[in-house]
């Protein structure tokens, strides 16, 4: 039984609605309520207003009217429809992108006397928010984010039939009526095609329980190595802790069976509501006996039983793998500790003979699925290594997803060296569908360190596989301002990177009837890479006529087989150079190299960089031999091996000419987008006003437990003042630090823009200024990357600020959360942005390579 009371939710919904809404436009905001003028808060508005008052315009439905509809819940989840839309015309011309379109619920709920706090699942709802019976007061609610992808209906996240998920969001509410509001979108990439004739359905689950107020532990979300012939197949294990009304504060070091200890590697600390996944180092001396069944550990006072499994390698069984993703820095906790699946070969003990392969799975599925084990091919000599990507969705393989992949392969190897089981050190990539594309993008940034790459139904980019076209706020930005904010998602355009798989074997699979990824996406990427090439790219492109986007046995097709039979060596780095290619990047801490040669920083932040190596567009002959390099966008650039045997040589662009570096170079800083603060190498750090009762106190939490619920990521929330203190004495760790209020409010935040290391300033209450750039607004307010204040220029630092607190939490919604959103370095918000989207935003831009002003690559509205 759970320990929760159920607070019941009111069975009839009302909702407004449909407006449109651009694919992962939402963090943007938009949203046309706010449009219009009402005599209190639009969001108090919509909570008050009567049935079916109101005239909303929307381009979707028949007469370009939004109105009311009404639905009744069954089993607590509440189907959206609006049939005032004619969804089939609407997509005649544009094609997923018009099935996009949100709407507003609302029904009632009441928290009975004694409840201290409310436990929410949200799911598949973007945002909810609790508007109090008339109290008088007109403040606008507080909107907490949702879980949309229905990670707590997951078999990872539900905790039982009767309770709050592993997932579930606590809010403090007083005892008292309610008009809950959700924020709900439909979205292809989670509720799939509803096929012609049919509507395209919104299905939103929302629980609520008591919340007992007590410390829990998330077991059904612990990381434990299995035992392979008595070793743990990992060094790492987790589990997460739900604080209660107190915080926690734990420190582990204990054995757990004979020779077996685990141990936090720093004091945890976990404010209160907020869940942490605790990561614990394995230490083995010895092997566990097959006698060894549990082990016990225990967290303060909460016990963690853990059943062992011992998995013989001999039997050629799966065994899960345990690992910090990213590899973690010595005396310091990881970001995370992430679980993959290994499928062993059938006979393990025998030398290696062919690469590894390192299998990508599609969005929402969970890498220990058997459906999914079982599609691997059957290639007799290779291990087959299964990520999670930190979750069935990811960072759909970029970023933190993309670090997860190389982590777990960097693992293998140690894993299995007490058993004295040697592994290839060449790898191939595979995936299907999202993972497909994982393969296409990591592939094509890191080509060095693959032998060939196989993708099945891998679409080419986020933007086109449900296109960005109808963003309400495209249509009131300067299209100046939309190229900066798309250029946020240069590090994920594919096709960008396409020339990079120069001499990287790789066959593409698609369903000819594939009403998922249609199959143009295969064949546009294989007609981009042979481009880039002259036709010469070693890439085969295979397409199954009546086929959709899976079936049973998809990557153990003939093709499959035949590719993997018959797949040549990897070239050398001669052979690479001389057949001549060109290497892009847009981000090169994500970026690896290619024919031993690497961009490591650019000129322009935020731009594309190409670098043409013998390149056939250059050629008017063979060449005698050495590199004719040609450069767009680059400063610096590495060379392996060029006239000193296998050293690496640091070349710099100056006068517009390539010069070996005859001295030490600073090291190039860390590079964005704001996306990237979730790739860092050791827990988040959110440093809060220590004051008690700042609202910037209750935000920390729910970002941080946003963060636990998308990307499985530790936070460490941190006070003003013990921030300072571990700047001063070296502890603050190489995490990504984010500074949460203005100087006045916050005095780590004081001290880190009185390093005028960016031209960011707050000379009074009220104003910030950018460049010089005078924001005094009301409702303004800014997410911008920072240096590192002690990692040095290979980790981020970041502040979040508003003139008011109204600007601080617009600005807070830009951080990340979900992938795909246009968010550079830095954004400035308005109020405008709450109908505007991104039309309303006062700037945005890049730093520049020494995080001072770039004019070529930045927006401001007062410039």
């Known amino acids: 039984m759970s320990p929760h009371r159920k607070i019941d939710v009111g069975p009839e919904w009302e909702a407004v609605g449909p407006f449109p809404s651009g694919m992962r436009e939402h963090p943007l905001l938009a949203t046309p309520l706010h449009a219009f003028p009402t005599p209190t808060h639009p969001d108090i508005d919509i909570a008050r207003r009567p049935y079916g008052e109101g005239d909303w315009p929307s381009e979707l439905p028949f007469g370009g009217r939004a109105g009311w509809a009404r639905f009744t819940a069954s089993d607590d989840t509440v189907a959206v429809s609006f049939d005032s839309a004619d969804w089939d015309q609407l997509r005649a011309d544009r094609g997923w992108a018009s099935l996009q379109y949100s709407a507003v619920l609302r029904t009632r709920v009441h928290v009975p006397e004694g409840t201290r706090g409310v436990l929410i699942d949200a799911l598949q709802a973007v945002e909810f928010a609790f508007v109090p019976d008339g109290d008088g007061s007109e403040a606008p609610p507080a909107w907490h984010n949702g879980d949309v992808y229905a990670f707590g209906g997951t078999p990872l996240g539900e905790r039982s039939t009767c309770g709050p998920s592993n997932f579930a969001k606590h809010v403090a509410l007083a005892p008292g009526g309610y008009t809950l509001l959700v924020r709900a979108i439909y979205e292809c990439r989670m509720f799939g095609d509803p096929g012609a004739g049919n509507p395209p359905v919104i299905k939103v689950t929302f629980r609520a329980w008591a919340d007992g107020g007590a410390a829990a532990l998330l077991p059904g979300l612990g990381a434990w190595p299995d035992a392979l012939g008595g070793w743990l197949a990992g ?398 966008n680059i400063k610096r650039i590495e060379v392996m091996g060029y006239a000193q045997g296998e050293a690496t040589t640091t070349f710099e662009l100056g006068d517009g000419e390539w010069q070996p570096a005859t001295a030490p170079l600073p090291p190039p800083r860390a590079y964005g987008p704001v996306i990237r603060l979730l790739a860092a190498r050791a827990p988040i750090i959110l440093v809060i006003p220590e004051a008690e009762g700042s609202p910037l106190r209750s935000f920390a939490v729910r970002y941080a437990n946003d963060l636990f619920t998308y990307h499985r990521v530790d936070v460490n929330i941190l006070g003003d003042a013990d921030a300072l203190r571990a700047v001063a004495d070296g502890s603050l760790g190489s995490g990504s630090v984010i500074a949460l209020g203005r100087p006045d409010q916050n005095r780590y935040s004081h001290w880190l823009i009185a390093q005028e290391r960016t031209p960011l300033a707050f000379p009074t209450r009220g104003v910030m200024t950018i460049h010089g750039a005078v924001v005094y607004e009301k409702g303004a307010g800014i997410v911008s990357l920072l240096p590192h204040p002690t990692a040095g220029d290979d980790a981020l630092g970041a502040i979040v600020a508003g003139n008011d607190d109204a600007g601080f939490e617009l600005a807070a919604r830009l951080l990340p959360l979900r992938t795909g959103v246009p968010v550079p370095d830095w954004a400035v918000t308005s109020t405008r942005s709450l109908w505007q989207g991104a039309g309303g935003f006062i700037g945005a831009g890049w730093w520049s390579r020494e995080w001072g002003w770039s004019g070529r690559a930045s927006w401001l509205d007062r410039e």
């Open 235 to 632: 060094a790492w294990a987790s589990v997460p802790v739900r604080a209660g009304e107190e915080p926690v504060v734990l420190d582990v070091d204990a054995e757990v069976a004979p020779g077996l200890r685990v141990a936090t590697v720093k004091t945890v600390r976990i404010a209160p509501h907020q869940t942490r996944p605790v990561a614990l180092k394995i230490t083995q001396e010895k092997p566990l006996s097959s006698d060894v069944g549990e082990v016990e550990v225990t967290l303060g006072d909460l016990p963690w039983k853990i059943a062992v499994t011992h998995v013989s390698t001999s039997a050629a069984k799966p065994f899960r793998l345990t690992f910090a993703s990213p590899a973690t820095e010595p005396r310091q906790p990881p970001a995370l500790v992430s679980l993959a699946v290994v499928v062993p070969p059938a006979k393990p003990h025998a030398p290696p003979s062919f690469p590894v392969f390192l299998a990508l799975h599609g969005a929402g599925v969970w890498n220990e699925e058997q459906g999914w084990i079982d599609n691997m091919p059957d290639v007799p000599a290779s291990w087959v290594i299964l990520p999670s990507g930190r979750n069935e969705w990811g960072e759909d393989w970029h970023g933190g997803s993309m670090a997860d992949v190389w982590a777990a392969r960097d693992a293998l190897a140690p894993a299995l060296a007490p058993l004295g089981i040697a592994v290839s050190h060449e790898t191939v990539l595979i995936g299907h569908s999202n993972g497909g594309q994982g393969v296409w993008h990591l592939a094509a940034r890191y080509p060095d360190r693959i032998r060939g790459a196989i993708v099945a139904a891998g679409y080419l980019k986020i933007q086109d596989y449900v296109p960005y076209t109808e963003h309400t706020g495209w249509r009131f930005a300067d299209p100046a301002l939309a190229g900066v904010l798309l250029s946020a998602l240069t590090p994920y355009n594919n096709d960008l990177y396409a020339s990079n798989l120069a001499s990287v074997p790789v066959l593409a699979i698609h369903g000819g009837a594939d009403d998922n990824v249609p199959p143009r996406h295969g064949r546009a990427h294989v007609a981009l890479v042979a481009a880039w090439t002259r036709g010469g790219a070693d890439v085969k492109f295979v397409e199954y006529k009546g086929k959709g986007h899976y079936w049973p046995g998809i990557l153990r097709e003939d093709a499959v087989k035949e590719f993997i039979a018959t797949l040549p060596p990897k070239r050398s780095i001669d052979e690479v150079r001389k057949a001549g290619f060109t290497l892009a990047t847009a981000n090169p801490d994500e970026s690896g190299g290619k024919g031993g040669i690497r961009i490591v920083e650019l000129l322009t932040p935020g731009r594309l960089a190409r670098l043409d190596v013998n390149a056939p567009q250059w050629k008017d002959g063979e060449g005698d031999g050495g590199l004719d390099l040609h450069g767009t």
